[in-house]
């Protein structure tokens, strides 16, 4: 039965959260797979905006149970808080299911990745500065902590020895730094053990059942593609996998019991943090966009870089994912422009390349091919089929598909639930 995979097609920051929200109040499960509180989801409910980081969308569904699996990374503290932000303004979050193999990031993790970028200087990444990256390296350098680790004191205090073994001696000889106290952070994260406790649970085995039952479970992934550690812009990149595979990894759920994978895909491109962006604008209509599109981090509150739409790395999105479907969204935002170019291909060195170049030093070359598409004035904010928007806003949407190689089944008109048109059903 459906099990349908929502993702990030560019660099993030696409739309995930309005479009797992407007799904929502139709699946049983929605579920988040990988990444943790570098994500910033917005949802709008009416005159309620609410900045999801950790929390599934699908927490603002009443009938929809939110799931946190395997593949993420937790840090207790955002959880918690994140949680009592939203009982207090009326959310009930009870039922919400937290995979005790999920990892946490400990105030170790957080400090590592702040001090790793300062000394990176000129080359770091950009990181949210939330811990990610050095997280996920301690679970796959298998010195990691999670959830589960937290009922059981003495292997909690084993980890966390084991842990801060190597990590006290970087800290202090190499970053100069104090080194970090094993039974201050032991007592911290036991301080959270209670109060996760009534959310932990075998979400492997949930999903599996759920599935088994023909309920609908959806997967929110966080970032976007071009952010995956294997297919994204490395190192320029998030440390998890994004793409369509980390649902499967980061949920237990095998590639067979996926049916749909919905690629979010915004009308021009953003990207916060550092690296590699063809489109990239640095004129005024790099402003224009950011100003009219909003375009500032929801976890950090950095401008988003803005260019135009690139069809070379929606065509590579469909292809690594396997996309069914794209939800194309801000439309609305390019509404005044007379003509509007789209990058078709990337010429590098004198050469016309159609498709994503492997190459890390090819890709810093890339210049954008355009191709000028006719732009629209009339305020598209309340089309709610496709035949109300103006021809050349149709057109748009078109050349999109048709150089992006997927059917975009649904396009954003504005932040709201209700401003969207769909095209063709998810479900
Ligand atoms: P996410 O990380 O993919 O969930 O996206 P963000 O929430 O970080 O950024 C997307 C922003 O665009 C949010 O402020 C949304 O409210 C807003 N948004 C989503 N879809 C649309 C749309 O179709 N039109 C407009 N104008 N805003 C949208
Ligand atoms: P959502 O889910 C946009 C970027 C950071 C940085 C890189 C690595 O809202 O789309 P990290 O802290 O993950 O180690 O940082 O990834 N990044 C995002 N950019 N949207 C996000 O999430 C992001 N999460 C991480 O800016 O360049
Ligand atoms: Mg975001």
């Given amino acids: 039965m459906p099990a349908l995979v929502l993702l990030g097609a560019q660099w993030g920051d696409e739309g995930k959260g309005k479009a797992t929200d407007l799904l929502g109040g139709s699946v049983d499960y929605v579920v988040r797979y990988q990444g943790g509180n570098n994500a910033g989801h917005t949802v709008v409910v009416g005159d309620q905006k609410y900045a999801l980081h950790l929390l599934p969308s699908g927490i603002l569904s009443p009938g929809c149970t939110p799931v946190i699996g ?57 990181t949210t500065g939330r811990g990610i990256g050095p997280t996920y390296a301690d679970k796959i350098n298998r010195v990691g902590i999670r959830v589960q680790d937290l009922y059981d004191e003495s292997i909690l205090t084993q980890k966390v020895e084991a842990a801060l073994d190597v990590k006290n001696q970087i800290l202090t000889k190499l970053y100069n730094r104090r080194a970090i106290a094993v039974d201050q952070v032991v007592e911290e994260l036991l301080g959270y053990a209670d109060k996760l406790a009534p959310y932990v649970a075998d979400t492997v085995l949930v999903l599996n059942q759920a599935l088994e039952e023909d309920k609908v479970v959806l997967f929110e992934g966080g970032q976007g593609t071009l952010l995956d550690i294997d297919h994204g812009t490395y190192p320029f990149v998030t440390s998890s996998n994004p793409t369509a595979g980390g649902a499967c990894t980061g949920a237990g759920v095998g590639p067979t019991k996926i049916s749909r994978v919905i690629g979010i895909l915004k009308a021009y491109t953003t990207r916060v943090g550092a690296g590699p962006f063809p489109t990239e604008l640095f004129d005024e209509d790099g402003e224009a966009l950011r100003r009219i599109g909003g375009e500032r981090g929801v976890t950090t509150g950095r401008d988003r870089r803005c260019g135009w739409f690139d069809a070379v790395i929606a065509r590579y999105a469909t292809r690594v994912n396997g996309l069914t479907d794209f939800f194309l969204t801000k439309l609305d935002v390019l509404t005044g422009w007379e003509q509007i170019p789209v990058c078709v291909a990337y010429e590098i060195d004198g050469r016309r390349v159609e498709e994503l170049p492997y190459s890390q030093t090819d890709f810093h070359h890339a210049k954008p091919v355009y191709e000028m598409l006719p732009g629209w004035s009339e305020d598209i904010s309340k089309a709610k089929s496709f035949a109300d928007l103006p021809k050349n806003a149709q057109s748009y949407v078109k050349a999109l598909e048709e150089m992006s190689g997927a059917p975009i089944s649904a396009i954003g008109v504005g932040p709201g639930r209700d401003e969207t048109i769909e095209i063709n059903s998810f479900l």
């Avoid at 993420?72 to 503290?77: F, G, K, N, Y």
């Avoid at 999920?102 to 950009?126: C, M, Q, S, W």
């Fill in 70 to 126: 395997n593949g993420v990374v937790v840090d207790p503290s955002v959880l918690l808080s994140e949680l009592s932000g939203l009982n207090e303004r009326g959310v009930d979050t009870s039922k919400l299911l937290l995979s005790g193999n999920a990892h946490i990031i400990t105030p170790y993790n957080v400090t590592v990745d702040k001090v790793t970028e300062r000394f990176l200087g000129k080359r770091k990444i950009g």
